[in-house]
């Protein structure tokens, strides 16, 4: 005749955790006890994370953005640089244009010179043409002009900083039509606005933060 366990004689079996209750203390969790993750640990797969915050977006209280003490959005460009770094882009692509067509002008004394100024005015127009371009296939693809690199500022799409492309930099350079509207209200906005927008940003959903000259 056997007894079984010395430690159960009567062959009870042991109580199996029901959902929501705690393990015995001491007794290490069994099937059926939720088991919590130790204090201090970090949170490992099956644990809720809590995602950052979209790029452009102020994070909740408590928690920063990656790479970002403190804050949710890069450091945003002030109008100041704004408006430095359009005075050179304006100066890169209209200097030499003016430059040509002044030449032109002033070598169209008789008629044996009047090809040759229209050729430098021509010049000149497809230089203003070309750079114009060229500015926004670079704005597009790396985020900055040339006058935006030498200040250090660069325009990066709201919601994930991702640069705009070409397509939508062009976009963007149309948009600005809507800050010449009203008196130029649009170009003084990001005087006031929280984030520093001009219509055209804000229709395009751009931000423009500071960068490193040398990046």
Same mark, same amino acid.
């Given at each position: 005749?056997?007894?079984?366990?010395?430690?159960?004689?009567?062959?009870?079996?042991?109580?199996?955790?029901?959902?929501?209750? #705690?393990? &015995? =203390? @001491?007794?290490? *969790? $069994? %099937? !059926? +006890? /939720?088991? #919590?993750? &130790? =204090? @201090?640990?970090? *949170? $490992? %797969? !099956? +644990? /809720?994370? #809590?995602? &950052?915050?979209?790029?452009?977006?102020?994070?909740?209280?408590?928690?920063?953005? &990656?790479?970002?003490?403190?804050?949710?959005?890069?450091?945003?460009?002030?109008?100041?640089?704004?408006?430095?770094?359009?005075?050179?882009?304006?100066?890169?692509?209209?200097?030499?244009?003016?430059?040509?067509?002044?030449?032109?002008?002033?070598?169209?004394?008789?008629?044996?010179?009047?090809?040759?100024?229209?050729?430098?005015?021509?010049?000149?127009?497809?230089?203003?043409?070309?750079?114009?371009?060229?500015?926004?296939?670079?704005?597009?693809?790396?985020?900055?002009?040339?006058?935006?690199?030498?200040?250090?500022?660069?325009?990066?799409?709201?919601?994930?900083?991702?640069?705009?492309?070409?397509?939508?930099?062009?976009?963007?350079?149309?948009?600005?039509?809507?800050?010449?509207?009203?008196?130029?209200?649009?170009?003084?906005?990001?005087?006031?606005?929280?984030?520093?927008?001009?219509?055209?940003?804000?229709?395009?959903?751009?931000?423009?933060?500071?960068?490193?000259?040398?990046?």
């Amino acid at each position: 005749m056997s007894f079984g366990d010395p430690n159960n004689p009567y062959g009870q079996q042991p109580p199996q955790g029901q959902p929501g209750q #705690q393990a &015995p =203390q @001491g007794v290490p *969790p $069994q %099937y !059926g +006890y /939720p088991q #919590q993750p &130790p =204090q @201090g640990a970090a *949170p $490992q %797969y !099956g +644990y /809720p994370q #809590q995602a &950052p915050p979209p790029y452009g977006a102020y994070p909740p209280p408590g928690m920063h953005a &990656p790479g970002m003490p403190g804050s949710g959005m890069p450091p945003l460009a002030h109008w100041g640089l704004r408006v430095g770094a359009t005075l050179l882009d304006g100066l890169i692509i209209a200097g030499p244009m003016y430059a040509l067509i002044g030449l032109a002008a002033a070598v169209a004394s008789d008629e044996s010179t009047e090809a040759i100024a229209g050729i430098l005015s021509l010049l000149g127009m497809l230089y203003a043409l070309g750079m114009f371009f060229f500015q926004i296939y670079r704005e597009g693809t790396t985020g900055q002009t040339i006058g935006k690199k030498v200040v250090g500022i660069s325009v990066h799409r709201e919601h994930d900083g991702a640069t705009l492309g070409f397509g939508m930099a062009f976009v963007r350079k149309l948009a600005h039509i809507l800050d010449s509207a009203a008196c130029y209200l649009g170009y003084f906005w990001p005087l006031w606005d929280e984030k520093k927008q001009t219509f055209a940003d804000k229709v395009c959903s751009t931000v423009v933060i500071k960068v490193n000259k040398n990046g």
